[in-house]
């Protein structure tokens, strides 16, 4: 067995919910990278953007991962944007066997509305499509050169996805 997983891709791909089920799966322990931070930071993730801005977050998220670094057994879900930084997408490929869940932009649009989870940089819905076409753009090479596995997860159910990744690690 790997000794950790990490899941990598967009916002709203299912890293957190497929990360738990993964993890049950293979008795693995589950590592939510945002709620790791949270509990660190005393606040919540939009709270952290809100006040102290995204450079700070992405200063937490990539100390986070060095906190990281000597747990096994594990899967680990990642932020959306944990992997911007050439250093972070680094440590992630040190920690364990990177995985990146790959969704269509409709489908990742559909996830949000459907979350109560807020999302920071999509604060302005009606620009919600347009924005994550972007972002999506902008970090996708990440995904893909970070990762070792592509998953694609659009119109799938969570039980063809987990079986996908195990039987692609």
């Not at 998220?61 to 990281?68: P, R, V």
């Not at 932020?79 to 932009?105: C, D, F, H």
Request: proline share 2%.
């Amino acid at each position: 067995m790997v000794k950790n997983i990490v899941l990598v891709g967009f916002m709203a791909v299912g890293k957190t919910t497929l990360g738990k089920l993964l993890a049950d799966q293979l008795d693995y322990n589950f590592i939510d990278l945002d709620l790791f931070i949270e509990k660190k930071e005393s606040m919540s993730i939009s709270e952290i953007f809100r006040l102290k801005g995204e450079a700070y977050f992405r200063q937490k998220e990539s100390e986070a991962l060095d906190l990281l670094s000597d747990v096994e057994q594990s899967v680990i879900a990642t932020g959306g944007g944990t992997v911007i930084s050439e250093e972070n997408r680094s440590k992630l490929k040190q920690i364990g066997r990177v995985i990146y869940l790959e969704a269509e932009p409709s489908w990742i649009l559909t996830n949000i509305k459907r979350s109560a989870v807020i999302r920071p940089l999509l604060v302005d819905e009606r620009k919600s499509m347009d924005k994550i076409i972007e972002i999506l753009e902008n970090r996708r090479l990440y995904y893909e050169g970070t990762s070792e596995i592509k998953i694609p997860v659009s119109h799938r159910t969570l039980e063809e996805i987990i079986k996908d990744i195990v039987c692609n690690i």
